[in-house]
């Protein structure tokens, strides 16, 4: 495989694959909405915010900003220690073991509810008296079902007073923000200071979105076609993995025919093949241009 891929990239002229699946910062574009959700992530710990949401569709590249804040944020915004919780699942006793993990500590597997309370206090005292700040950053947080949702809110009552020991930003999907948003987790809504929704990609944006992953990967020359950018804005509808995805088999069906230029119809053989699956589509997605530009997605 690692010599398909090897050739794959060489017969484009690249360092390396533009469009895999894998949340790389290297690659993150810039969007304006991505900035913007990367001012509030960072505006969330620079004001000692309980909580700081973000959420967005599936592959809108929440998880790739997250990547670029724990690549930045202690260079950037100070003495601070993060702690990662993905697809946190389970009840509160193994809540409290993600986020002692993701602080590198012990979380054994004995130990009950209270001790492991007492340690993640005793642990964010420890940091703050040392002048170090704590960030649990929950990914996927949409898993998190209400009792864990109230478990999480409970963490900011650690902080007391000026002293902000822990801070929390969850991430997810938009199903998170409508549960917040419920009339019973009034309590929960009303600790998040920073909040941001993430949409797809606008029409513009996409084709420079796929200019910039292929710059990054080193391309040199144009390889798809204005059309061709153009039927995969309507396929995907603007959602950076199914860009991605689609563009990778794009990008393989001109190297199996040994072109250097993906056109529309390079992605229309794609579609008709099924190899794309749009995110769930079951049948293969066949397009028709339209003078009304909807599209499809």
Not at 123 to 140: C, H, K, M, S
Not at 165 to 193: F, H, K, N
Not at 248 to 263: H, I, S
Request: hydrophobic share 40%; aromatic share 8%.
């Amino acid at each position: 495989m690692a010599l398909t891929m090897d050739i794959y990239t060489e017969h484009f002229g690249l360092r390396e694959r533009p469009f895999t699946l894998v949340p790389n910062p290297d690659f993150l574009y810039w969007s304006p909405a991505h900035r913007r959700a990367a001012a509030v992530l960072e505006y969330g710990i620079i004001t000692c915010a309980p909580i700081t949401l973000v959420t967005g569709e599936i592959g809108s590249g929440k998880t790739t900003l997250l990547r670029n804040l724990l690549r930045t944020a202690a260079e950037d915004i100070g003495e601070i220690r993060v702690g990662l919780i993905s697809n946190p699942i389970g009840g509160r006793d193994e809540l409290f073991r993600w986020v002692l993990m993701a602080l590198d500590q012990d979380a054994p597997a004995d130990a009950t509810y209270v001790q492991l309370h007492r340690q993640l206090e005793t642990y964010l005292i420890t940091q703050y008296a040392e002048g170090r700040r704590v960030v649990l950053i929950f990914d996927e947080a949409q898993n998190l079902d209400r009792a864990s949702l109230e478990q999480v809110r409970m963490l900011t009552n650690i902080n007391s007073d000026d002293n902000e020991l822990v801070q929390l930003i969850l991430v997810g999907q938009p199903e998170l923000r409508e549960t917040i948003m419920r009339p019973d987790m009034v309590q929960l809504a009303q600790r998040v200071s920073a909040s941001f929704f993430l949409p797809a990609l606008k029409d513009g944006s996409v084709a420079e979105y796929i200019r910039h992953r292929l710059r990054i990967a080193g391309a040199e020359h144009e390889i798809f076609t204005p059309d061709s950018v153009e039927l995969i804005r309507q396929a995907t509808g603007g959602v950076p993995r199914l860009i991605n995805q689609l563009g990778d088999f794009a990008m393989l069906y001109a190297f199996e025919n040994d072109t250097t230029r993906v056109t529309k119809e390079t992605v229309q053989d794609v579609l008709n093949d099924g190899m794309f699956f749009a995110g769930g589509h079951t049948e293969p997605l066949r397009l028709v241009p339209s003078f009304d530009d909807t599209g499809s997605d």
